[in-house]
């Protein structure tokens, strides 16, 4: 039902209503002042005959009275015999008129026997006026006192019934129009009830009308707010086969589309932090590679002058007098030190080209105990007692276990360099969980010297070193990190002067047995 | 019978050496070509037992000469070792001491190595 249909149904209902209701009162009230109108139009002739009916008759009566020499009227005038006969006839006569008018008035209205009482009595009263005032033979052997007497008597009578027949009229009269009021102001109560009822109907209809158009628009309007606020998954509920129904359809085809359009906040952030994390290693792998390109000219101009000097070393060598034993110390440190040379520039160029990765299946704690056997057997340990823990749950790794082995011996090394005068190393695997991918971190901790902070950031980087001797080529933690990204992984560390140290490397990992 | 050996290289300094401590060992007579561009010529000129070749030298590099030799009727059955200072020394270290199916030796080499090399690759 549409918008439109819902309010024209609702003005339809209240017109109609109020329309039928005005219309019925209208029709009532006629009606009722129609048949008032005919009983009055009936009532108020007959009212009028009586009353002309009495005055007459009394007339007739006075005029009969003084016309048989009763007592005179009030009056100066003392009035002739035949004066009052003649008196007495036009009365009776006008007495007479009156009742014909009476009778049709009477046979109209339906009060035929009040008509022949009323009639009854004035021809009685008539009858005793002439017999008074002529003496006819109705009067005979009577006396005109006993005559008068009777005249007075039937007056009584005639009056009592006229006066009676006009009450009674007069009642009926006030009975009827009393009557009327009360149904009009029945048909009043009524109407007013009626026009009370259809408003609250009206009313009802309204709220009922309001609440269906209200209702769903502020479930709109709620369930845009929630999208709003960013849950594009949100659809609004409202069904309607109406506008608002329309406007609901094609607001959920609108989230829709916002929702395919619109990467959300949370997979925005997270594509941001890739991207970072891409940049960096991207950053980190330029920076190898100019580094690389750098280390190859270097090794290039620096191993071939290294190459002649071995040549001339080894060339000397065979010249030498036997017995000159300081020459022939002479030659070996040259040639020591052309090996260091050397081994510094292999490492330079393990920066150039990482060797290729030959990864094959090993447990966390295959890996730290072999690696723990090398340093023992080495006799690196001195001092330094070894413990291990493992947490890694079933976490296995996939990785060249020769150069995962050479970064966690570097590690260890370094940790037994740091604890020059004995502590303790140890070594722990935990399964980790980063950036939502399943990890095996492998910690390990010296309670050695520790490293200052402002240290600690430079630590990665090519040749810088810590150890004071300068024992190392600086180079070591830089291709540990080399290698561990070049798996995939990270290299983290964190150092409390005085404390320890602990490096953690973070390699991604698989559940054992898992399918590759 | 002494191996005839060709060297190309052009570091003359290390080439000094290594004509000398080759010959030292009373087993091989060594050639020296300092210039990428005559090396063509003198292998076929010359016939060795074996090459000894520098991969980086101006000019010609010395996998094109490599390349070349392989062409050449006269020159292809000769056995090369490459001489290189970029090669990691592990790497040439190997069982076949081969990468990409050629001989490597590192420099700087300690000329025992070379000759155990040598000796594999030209019994």
């Not at chain 1, 009360?182 to 007013?192: E, F, H, T």
């Not at chain 1, 359009?261 to 190898?288: F, G, H, I, N």
């Not at chain 2, 000019?59 to 070792?81: D, F, M, N, Q, R």
Request: charged share 25%; aromatic share 4%; glycine share 8%.
């Amino acid at each position: 039902m549409t918008l439109n249909s819902k309010l024209g149904l609702s003005f339809l209902v209240v017109a109609l209503g109020v329309g039928t209701v005005g219309v019925a009162w209208v029709q009532r009230a006629t009606i009722m002042k129609g048949q008032f109108d005919e009983f009055a139009n009936l009532t108020t002739p007959a009212l009028v005959a009586l009353g002309q009916i009495k005055a007459a008759s009394l007339e007739m009566a006075m005029a009969s009275d003084r016309a048989s020499g009763g007592e005179p009227p009030d009056g100066p005038v003392q009035e002739p015999a035949a004066a009052s006969k003649q008196a007495m006839e036009q009365a009776r006569a006008k007495s007479l008129e009156w009742l014909m008018v009476y009778h049709g008035v009477a046979a109209r209205a339906g009060d035929q026997k009040l008509a022949g009482v009323v009639e009854q009595a004035a021809s009685a009263l008539t009858e005793r006026a002439t017999a008074l005032a002529e003496g006819g033979t109705q009067a005979a052997g009577r006396s005109i006192g006993v005559r008068r007497s009777e005249l007075h008597d039937a007056e009584r009578i005639f009056a009592r019934i006229i006066d009676s027949a006009i009450a009674a009229k007069v009642a009926k009269l006030k009975q009827e129009r009393s009557a009327v009021g009360r149904s009009v102001n029945r048909a009043v109560r009524l109407s007013l009830a009626a026009v009370g009822l259809f408003v609250l109907l009206a009313v009802a209809l309204g709220v009922f009308i309001a609440g269906t158009l209200a209702r769903p628009i502020i479930k709109l309007s709620n369930d845009a707010r929630i999208i709003g606020t960013g849950e594009l998954a949100h659809r609004t509920t409202v069904r309607s086969n109406d506008e608002i129904g329309t406007l609901a359809q094609t607001f959920n085809q609108m989230t829709e589309n916002l929702e395919r359009t619109t990467v959300s906040k949370a997979a925005l952030e997270k594509a941001y932090a890739e991207l970072q994390r891409t940049q960096q290693q991207l950053v980190q792998s330029e920076k190898l590679a100019a580094l690389g390109r750098f280390s190859a000219g270097v090794a290039h101009e620096v191993k071939n002058p290294l190459g002649i000097i071995l040549g001339g070393v080894e060339f000397l060598g065979t010249r030498l007098p036997a017995a000159d034993e300081d020459a022939k110390t002479a030659l070996g440190l040259i040639e020591k030190s052309v090996h260091r040379a050397d081994t510094i520039v292999r490492d330079l160029l393990k920066f150039a080209r990482p060797s290729q990765l030959k990864t094959e299946r090993v447990a966390p704690e295959e890996l730290v105990n072999g690696t723990v056997a090398l340093l023992t057997y080495g006799g690196a340990l001195k001092q330094v007692s070894v413990s291990t823990r493992f947490a890694h749950g079933e976490a296995e790794l996939e990785v060249d276990k020769n150069q995962i082995q050479q970064v966690l011996l570097n590690l260890m090394m370094n940790a037994v360099d740091a604890m020059p005068s004995g502590g303790s190393l140890t070594i722990s695997t935990f399964s980790s969980v980063g950036d939502g991918r399943p990890g095996c971190r492998i910690e390990v901790a010296d309670t050695g010297e520790g490293i200052a902070s402002e240290q600690l950031g430079r630590l990665f980087e090519p040749f810088f070193t810590t150890k004071r001797d300068k024992k190392g080529t600086g180079l070591g933690l830089s291709i540990s990190k080399t290698i561990v990204e070049s798996h995939g992984g990270a290299m983290s560390v964190a150092s409390e002067v005085g404390m320890g140290t602990t490096f953690a490397v973070i390699l991604p990992a698989r559940a054992k047995g898992g399918r590759g | 019978m002494k191996k005839y050996i060709l060297v190309v290289d052009d570091e003359v300094d290390f080439t000094f050496f290594l004509k000398k401590n080759l010959e030292a060992t009373g087993k091989y007579d060594v050639v020296v070509c300092n210039e990428a561009a005559q090396a063509i010529q003198r292998a076929k000129q010359l016939r060795p037992n074996l090459i000894l070749l520098d991969i980086m030298m101006p000019g010609t590099p010395g996998e094109e000469i490599a390349t070349e030799l392989k062409t050449h009727t006269e020159t292809k059955a000769i056995p090369v070792i490459f001489l290189t200072a970029l090669v990691r020394q592990e790497e040439t270290a190997d069982k076949s001491h081969k990468i990409g199916g050629q001989y490597f030796v590192a420099k700087p080499v300690k000329i025992d190595e070379l000759v155990k090399m040598i000796e594999k690759v030209s019994p």
